[in-house]
Nanobody, 114 residues
Framework: QVQLVESGGGLVQPGGSLRLSCVASGFTLRSFVMSWYRQAPGAEREFVASISTGSSTKNYADSVKGRFTISRDNAKNTVYLQMNSLKPDDTAVYYC???????WGQGTQVTVSS
């Protein structure tokens, strides 16, 4: 069955970096656009970034442009989110999402705090 497993979250100080990973199974990752979303406490889940099948097209929310980078390694069935210059407002649970399958991962917590 389709499964998405995120990892790499944690506690980091403002200005720090984290790299999230999303390992996919049960489908052929290379054939699907992949996305990252996040949900802060008390807020709606919001789009963060997406990447096309061949990595030629990447889209970002305005709030993360220039700080976050989405990438993928189709051979490893993995999608990444490199997060730099983290801010307290980036604190959220981060989810991997396959739009065409409407499938979510379980999420990984990112906390940015001093």
């Amino acid at each position: 069955q389709v499964q998405l497993v995120e990892s790499g979250g944690g506690l980091v100080q403002p200005g720090g970096s984290l790299r999230l990973s999303c390992v996919a199974s049960g489908f052929t990752l290379r054939s699907f656009v992949m996305s990252w979303y996040r949900q802060a406490p008390g807020a709606e889940r919001e789009f963060v970034a997406s990447i096309s099948t061949g990595s030629s097209t990447k889209n970002y929310a305005d709030s993360v442009k220039g700080r976050f980078t989405i990438s993928r390694d189709n051979a490893k069935n993995t999608v990444y989110l490199q997060m730099n210059s983290l801010k307290p407002d980036d604190t959220a649970v981060y989810y991997c999402y396959v739009p065409r399958l409407a499938r979510w991962g379980q999420g990984t917590q990112v906390t940015v705090s001093s």
